[in-house]
C-alpha cells in the first residue's frame, strides 16, 4: 500500500512540475529568451520515455496481479462509502471524504498500469509488424530462389534431353566401319582414342556411302524408264491384238452353238469370278466343284462386270487405308468434308449421317446364288452378299414353291425363318464378325438394321462357308474352313428345307380342316392360329417350360381349338426349330364351366404325357412317316374323346371303346398306345 502511494505522489509531483513549468513558459513570452542557455528538457517527454522504460523492466504478470488486487479494493471502498452514507453520522462525512481520496489514488494506479499496457501493446504491434514484414521478405526470396531453381532444372533437362539429327542416323558398326572405310577417313591413329573425333569419321563415311547409293538409284531410275517404256510399247500391241480376237470369237459363236460348247458363257463367269472377293471367290470355288459331284446345286454369280470393273479401284483404295500415313487421310478427309459442305451450302446433317450409314453397310456389286433343287421341283434360291466395309457375308433366302400355302404355313417359309437357327444359337440377328461392332457405332446404328430386306442376314454358318474364321479378332480367309463345313452345312440346308415343305404342308392341311381322322369321331378342328411367344407365355403351365429354357424366341408357336360338345379343348403347340428330329410340344386347356389345366387336373397332365411322349403311328392316308405334328394332333383327337367320356360322361354322347377306366399304376386314363 505504501509502495503504490508513492507511486501516485511521484505521477502527481510530475504531472504538477509539468503546469508550473507551462506557467512559468507564459509569463516569460515577453521576456527575451537568451540564446547562450540551453533548453530545458520537456518533463513530458522525461515521463514517457520513464513509462516506456519501466514498461519493459516491470513484470506483466505482477502488474496483472496488481491490477485485480486494485480493483478488489476500489470494490471494497465503494462498498465501505456506501455503508457509511447509509448510516448518516456525524463522524461519516469526514471517513467519506478520506475513502474518496484513497479511491482516487486507487483509480491513479488503474491509469498508470493501463498506459503501460498500452506502451506494451505498442512496442508488440511494433515487434509483430517488423516480424511479419521480416517472414513477408524471407517468404519472397524463397520464392525468387524457387523460381530460379525450377528455370534451372528446365534448362538442365533441355540440356539433357537434347538430340542431334546425326543421332537418329543408323550409322553401321564401329567393326565394320574400320574395316571397309579407307584410312584416309578412318585415321584409326585419331578416332580409337577420341570418341567425338569418331563420330565425325563414321558420319564422313556415311556421306560418302549415300552419295554412292544415289548415284546407283539414278542408274536403275532410268533403267526402270526403259523398262517401262518397253512395257508401254508391248500393251499396245496386245490393246491392237485384242480386237482382232474378238471378231474371231464372234465369227466362231455359231459354231460354238452348233456343237453346244459354252465356252463364252464360261469364259464371262470366269472374268466375273476374278473379280470377286477373296471370300466370295472361295465359296464359288468349293460350290462349283460340288455341283460337279451331286445334281440338286447349282452356283452362279449375280452382278455387272463393267460396273464391277469401275469399282475396283474404289474398293482398292478401302483396303488400302491401313497403310496410308494418318496426316494423309486426315488431310483427304478435311478436303472431303470442305466439299461436301460448299456443294450441300449451309450441310444437313441428317444427309451427313445416312451417308455414313450408307458407307457402313456398303456391299460389294457381285454376288453369289446357290440354287438346290429337290426332286419335286420346289427351289431354295440362297444368295451371299459381300459387306465390303463390316467384312460379313449376308444371305437372302428365296423360294420356289409349286404350290400355295396358308398364312400359318407361308410363315414357315419365310426368309427371315426358313434358314434361322440352323445351327444352335445361330439367329443371325447378331453380327458375327467382332470388330463390325465398333463400325456399326461409329456409323450411328447398334446393329445391322433387320427391317431392310436387302441387307440379308448374317448367318455364322455363312462366314464358315466362305471360310472366314469369325474366333480370332480379325477375321482371315481359311480356305480349309470351307472345306471342311461345305457338304455338310448344304445338306442340312436342303433338310431343313424338306423339312420345312413337310411342315408347311401339315400346317395348311391342319389349317383348312384336312380330315385326319375317322368319321365316327365326334370332335372337331374349329381353328388353327399362329400366335407369338409372348401369348404363349401367358398359358400358367407354360411359365416354368419358359424358365426351365425348354421353348424360347427360336421355336414357332400354334393354337387349336377343337370342339367336343358342350366341352372345348385348345391346344397350345410349340414346334421346334429342328422340327421333325425334335417332337413339338402340346399344352392342353380343357373348359367345361371353368378352366383347367395339367397343373389343376391330373388327367390333362396324363394327356399331354401321352400326346408329347407316344404319338400315334402314321396313318395310311399320311404317306410322310416326318410328319409328326400331324400324327400328335390325330393322338389328341382320339384321346380327347376318352377324355371326356371317363370325366364327364353323363354330359356328353361321345362312345369311346375301352375295357377299363384307368390303367397301369398310376392309374392314368386307357390311352390306346400301338
Not at 520537456?42 to 504478470?61: M, S
Not at 506502451?119 to 525468387?144: F, G, P, Y
Not at 478427309?333 to 455414313?356: V, W
Not at 414346334?575 to 380343357?590: M, R
Amino acid at each position: 500500500m505504501a509502495k503504490d502511494i508513492r507511486i501516485v505522489e511521484q505521477v502527481d509531483s510530475q504531472i504538477a512540475a509539468k503546469k508550473r513549468r507551462v506557467a512559468k513558459g507564459n509569463t516569460t513570452n515577453e521576456t527575451t529568451v537568451n540564446p547562450s542557455k540551453s533548453p530545458e528538457i520537456d518533463l513530458y517527454d522525461e515521463v514517457v520515455e520513464f513509462e516506456e522504460k519501466e514498461a519493459k523492466e516491470r513484470d506483466v504478470l505482477e502488474d496483472s496481479k496488481l491490477y485485480l488486487e486494485i480493483c478488489s479494493e476500489i470494490r471494497t471502498l465503494l462498498m465501505e462509502i456506501a455503508d457509511l452514507k447509509a448510516q448518516n453520522s456525524d463522524t461519516s462525512s469526514a471517513l467519506i471524504k478520506e475513502k474518496r481520496i484513497e479511491a482516487s489514488l486507487k483509480i491513479l494506479m488503474l491509469k498508470k498500469l493501463n498506459r503501460l499496457e498500452k506502451v506494451r501493446t505498442k512496442e508488440s504491434r511494433v515487434a509483430l509488424q517488423i516480424a511479419r514484414e521480416q517472414v513477408d521478405s524471407d517468404h519472397l526470396h524463397l520464392q525468387n530462389m524457387l523460381y530460379e531453381v525450377l528455370h534451372l532444372t528446365k534448362e538442365v533437362k533441355k540440356c539433357l534431353e537434347f538430340k542431334s539429327k546425326d543421332e537418329e542416323m543408323d550409322l553401321v558398326p564401329i567393326e565394320e566401319f574400320y574395316a571397309n572405310a579407307p584410312e584416309s577417313i578412318s585415321k584409326p591413329e585419331i578416332t580409337k582414342t577420341n570418341d567425338h573425333e569418331l563420330k565425325l569419321a563414321r558420319l564422313q563415311w556415311e556421306l560418302v556411302q549415300r552419295k554412292d547409293l544415289a548415284a546407283q538409284c539414278q542408274k536403275l531410275e532410268a533403267s526402270k524408264e526403259v523398262v517401262a517404256k518397253e512395257i508401254e510399247t508391248k500393251k499396245e500391241q496386245l490393246n491392237n491384238l485384242a480386237p482382232t480376237l474378238k471378231n474371231i470369237l464372234d465369227a466362231t459363236k455359231p459354231l460354238q452353238e452348233y456343237l453346244a460348247m459354252p465356252n463364252d458363257k464360261s469364259r464371262k463367269l470366269m472374268d466375273l469370278v476374278y473379280l470377286l472377293p477373296k471370300p466370295l471367290y472361295v465359296l464359288f470355288v468349293q460350290l462349283d466343284a460340288y455341283s460337279q459331284v451331286v445334281k440338286w446345286v447349282n452356283v452362279s454369280i449375280k452382278g455387272e462386270c463393267d460396273k464391277t470393273s469401275a469399282e475396283e479401284s474404289h474398293l482398292d483404295d478401302i483396303s488400302s487405308d491401313d497403310s496410308d500415313s494418318d496426316d494423309a487421310d486426315l488431310s483427304h478427309r478435311r478436303k472431303t468434308n470442305f466439299q461436301d459442305r460448299r456443294k450441300s451450302g449451309a450441310g444437313n446433317s441428317s444427309d451427313r449421317i445416312e451417308q455414313k450409314k450408307n458407307e457402313c453397310l456398303k456391299k460389294h456389286p457381285l454376288t453369289l446364288l446357290l440354287k438346290i433343287t429337290l426332286k419335286t421341283g420346289e427351289v431354295l434360291m440362297i444368295e451371299f452378299q459381300w459387306l465390303v466395309v463390316l467384312e460379313i457375308i449376308c444371305v437372302i433366302p428365296s423360294t420356289t414353291l409349286n404350290e400355295s400355302f396358308g398364312i400359318a404355313a407361308d410363315d414357315l417359309l419365310a426368309p427371315r425363318n426358313i434358314l434361322s437357327y440352323l445351327f444352335s444359337g445361330d439367329s443371325g440377328e447378331s453380327c458375327p464378325n467382332p470388330s463390325a461392332y465398333y463400325q456399326l457405332h461409329r456409323a450411328g446404328l447398334d446393329s445391322l438394321p433387320n427391317e431392310n430386306s436387302d441387307l440379308g442376314i448374317p448367318y455364322k454358318w455363312a462366314q464358315e462357308l466362305c471360310g472366314i474364321d469369325i474366333l480370332p479378332s480379325s477375321p482371315e480367309v481359311v480356305i480349309n474352313i470351307s472345306q471342311k463345313n461345305l457338304e455338310s452345312t448344304l445338306k442340312k440346308i436342303k433338310n431343313r428345307f424338306q423339312n420345312r415343305l413337310s411342315l408347311a404342308r401339315e400346317i395348311y392341311n391342319l389349317e383348312t380342316g384336312y380330315s385326319i381322322t375317322h368319321k365316327k369321331i365326334s370332335s372337331t378342328l374349329t381353328s388353327f392360329l399362329t400366335i407369338t411367344l409372348q401369348e404363349f407365355s401367358k398359358i400358367p403351365t407354360a411359365q416354368q417350360i419358359i424358365k426351365e429354357n425348354i421353348v424360347d424366341n427360336s421355336f414357332m408357336f400354334y393354337k387349336a381349338m377343337l370342339s367336343l360338345n358342350p366341352t372345348k379343348f385348345i391346344a397350345y403347340i410349340a414346334v421346334s426349330p429342328n422340327y421333325p428330329q425334335e417332337y413339338p410340344l402340346i399344352l392342353i386347356e380343357f373348359i367345361h364351366k371353368t378352366n383347367y389345366n395339367s397343373l389343376n387336373l391330373n388327367g390333362l397332365r396324363d394327356l399331354e404325357k401321352e400326346i408329347n411322349v407316344f404319338p400315334d403311328d402314321p396313318p395310311e392316308e399320311i404317306k410322310d412317316d416326318n410328319c409328326v405334328l400331324l400324327r400328335q394332333i390325330r393322338k389328341l383327337f382320339y384321346s380327347i374323346e376318352i377324355f371326356a367320356h371317363i370325366e364327364i360322361s353323363k354330359e356328353t354322347n361321345v362312345q369311346a371303346t375301352y375295357f377299363r377306366d384307368t390303367q397301369g399304376r398310376s392309374r392314368s386314363h386307357p390311352y390306346n398306345r400301338k
